[in-house]
């Protein structure tokens, strides 16, 4: 008998959802709930089971292997946060500050800032400064994002700190970017990378090769390009035409959801129920056959050489017939009544004495049900590296992305906008996958090129979770159409470390510098160095963190297990499937469960949920 049965029944009872929430947060409550956090906390420890897991009811053990199997291959989500509400805590930090100026307290200079002496500043010779263009490029990693923070590391505060110890800034303003009118191009995310951003300012150029001392004053993860002289009113933001960002992602993360999924399971309910099986099934063609020839090549040979209790267990977890679907259905029912109601008790071990025999063959049995787990896990993380995407699967993914082109109403993809603002509407240039995946360390990649006028948090990356939540669920491509719908959906933001600006785009300023005598903005003039630091310092380190921390295995298993119907519009049953949300029309309030069912799925709540610096513009 094949490892593998398609399961078409209704859930049983322990994964059913009771009805929607009513209730609404007080608008400007952004804080998650104690018990909820610490519940998401242990949701995130790597995963083990107890002698206490062992005398549970079978179908509470099977949920428990069934966690080891397809929860966070790495043990701990590589994207968990803080959840805190980075609006309240920027407003008590600027409080606190001010407090400590009006009582005339020493106040703790930014990260950023290079403090200098009174007299250092007098004798400083002052020199002409001109308004720049500076070219750059960084990996994010270990910074938190693009934008100048008082207190943590990012990209601009390790920049400014460099034209200062290069002499381009000037000791008397080392300790504030605003007196050097520091704009940039395009902001990132925390560990979003950028071949080509710049940034506009005042700086001390007379040096020939001020550009060297600058890089030698910076870590090998952030390089300048070059520093291009401007008109004065110039500003990198406002004179940008257009962004190209760049998304790699492993071509298996559009494989469809296991079968033995929650959400799997759904695909197939919602398919039958809407009259849409043979659709489904024809969306799935090239992919039908993966996870029954994948759990014959890749599991059964563990199981093969599994006790029989426990392969049996496993068996059931990865694959419920009828039978042993309605024997679980049968035990949930049970331990759902009342204790009054029961008509058998699980033997109590309380007050017997300790048997060493028995401890010894139950500790044997929890160890080989942990390291078979831990082989299963193994077994198909290796499955996922060595698939490779059939072409007519890279044209639905094309397909999918097509439906991003031109002018939408994008207020889905990000945060605290609502379908009303007219800054929610974007216009989406192109979106075009290339045509041939690439292999890295045995695992084949996808890069996922769009280019757009502008973009806002977290657009990107939501974007790109989307379209592959449509072909791996064989979901219609006209669904992300209708996302631009008034209706408030859950999308959730897939790994920033897949993410990189590729360059923004200055066409209108590049014609106006031959009246000007300016020099135009180019980024191909750089094209050797920049590839080369790309493949060094961007592309190595994605490829190197995906294999440690398995971040796309782990964001789309999360996603796969979320037993709510918060995602369910991927399903033939569309939009209405989905648990909806209604929001007020200042955009500050989202439904509870819509806030968690994204925590829970993207590792934790986003630590930039609260105010978007730049109102939520290139986030990326």
């Known amino acids: 008998m094949p490892l593998h049965i398609f399961l078409r029944r209704s859930l049983a009872p322990h994964l059913s959802v009771s009805g929607a929430r009513t209730s609404l947060r007080t608008p400007q409550a952004r804080f998650y709930s104690p018990e909820y956090l610490r519940s998401l906390k ?21 949920e428990v292997v069934r966690s080891g199997i397809w929860d966070d291959p790495s043990g701990a989500n590589p994207e968990s946060r803080n959840m805190v509400d980075k609006r309240a805590r920027h407003d008590a930090q600027q409080e606190a500050k001010r407090r400590k100026i009006e009582n005339g307290e020493e106040v703790r200079a930014p990260v950023y800032a290079t403090q200098f002496s009174k007299e250092d500043i007098e004798s400083e010779q002052r020199r ?9 490029g960084y990996s994010g990693t270990g910074y938190k994002g693009m934008q100048l923070s008082e207190t943590e590391k990012t990209i601009e505060g390790e920049l400014f700190a460099a034209f200062v110890a290069a002499g381009a800034i000037s000791k008397a303003n080392a300790t504030d970017p605003k007196k050097s009118s520091l704009v940039r191009c395009a902001r990132t995310d925390k560990g979003v990378h950028a071949a080509g951003n710049i940034v506009s300012l005042k700086l001390i150029v007379e040096d020939d090769d001020i550009i060297q001392k600058i890089n030698e004053k910076l870590s090998s993860q952030i390089r300048v390009w070059d520093i291009l002289v401007t008109n004065k009113s110039f500003s990198s933001y406002q004179l940008c035409d257009s962004r190209i960002y760049e998304y790699l992602i492993p071509t298996h993360c559009f494989l469809p959801p296991h079968p033995s999924t929650y959400l799997g399971k759904k695909l197939f309910e919602y398919a039958e129920k809407e009259g849409d099986l043979e659709g489904y099934k024809a969306r799935q063609e090239e992919v039908a056959s993966y996870w029954e020839e994948t759990d014959e090549k890749y599991v059964r040979p563990i199981l093969d050489n599994t006790p029989e209790d426990i392969r049996k267990l496993v068996e059931k977890v990865l694959h419920l017939n009828d039978e042993d679907q309605s024997a679980q259905d049968d035990m949930f029912q049970t331990q759902d009544k009342p204790a009054s109601e029961e008509t058998t008790e699980q033997p109590s071990s309380e007050g017997k004495p300790a048997d060493a025999e028995k401890d010894e063959a139950e500790e044997a049995r929890r160890r080989k049900i942990f390291e078979t787990v ?12 060595a698939y490779r995407i059939p072409a007519q699967r890279l044209a639905r993914v094309q397909e999918a992305l097509d439906k991003y082109v031109g002018t939408n109403n994008f207020f889905n993809y ?36 769009v280019h757009g006028q502008s973009f806002m948090m977290h657009q990107i990356r939501k974007m790109v979770a989307m379209a592959a939540m449509v072909v791996r669920c064989g979901c219609d491509p006209q669904r992300i159409v209708e996302t631009y719908g008034a209706n408030k959906i859950a999308i959730p933001k897939a790994p920033g470390l897949g993410l990189l600006l590729e360059r923004p785009v200055f066409d209108s300023y590049n014609r106006k510098t031959h009246e000007t005598g300016k020099d135009p903005i180019d980024f191909d003039k750089h094209a050797d160095t920049i ?3 790309k493949q060094r310092e961007i592309y190595d380190r994605i490829f190197r963190e995906e294999e440690e921390t ?33 929001v007020p029309a200042n955009g500050t309030e989202e439904k509870k469960s819509q806030r968690e069912a994204l925590a829970e799925v993207e590792g934790a709540a986003s630590e930039d949920e609260g ?10």
Do not use: C
Not at 45 to 61: H, M, V
Not at 128 to 136: D, E, F, G, R, T
Not at 560 to 578: K, M, N, R
């Open 550 to 582: 398995h971040a796309f295995s782990a964001f789309f298993g999360h996603l796969d297990h979320y037993s709510q119907e918060e995602f369910l519009y991927v399903t033939s049953g569309g939009i209405p499937a989905a648990r909806l949300v209604s």
């Open 374 to 385: 831990k082989a299963i896990k193994a077994a198909y993380l290796q499955a996922k590296r």
């Open 611 to 620: 105010a978007p610096p730049n109102g939520g513009e290139e986030g990326g």
């Open 414 to 449: 990000t945060i605290q906008k609502t379908h009303a603002d007219p800054s929610s509407k974007r216009h989406i240039k192109s979106f075009k996958m290339a045509e041939q995946p690439i292999i890295i360390n045995g695992t084949e990649w996808l890069s996922l090129k």
């Open 531 to 533: 590839n080369e630091f």
């Open 42 to 62: 242990a949701r995130r420890i790597p995963w083990t089971i107890t002698k206490e897991d062992l005398r549970k009811p079978e179908a509470e053990l099977i």
């Open 128 to 136: 002409p400064k001109k308004k720049v263009a500076v070219l750059l």
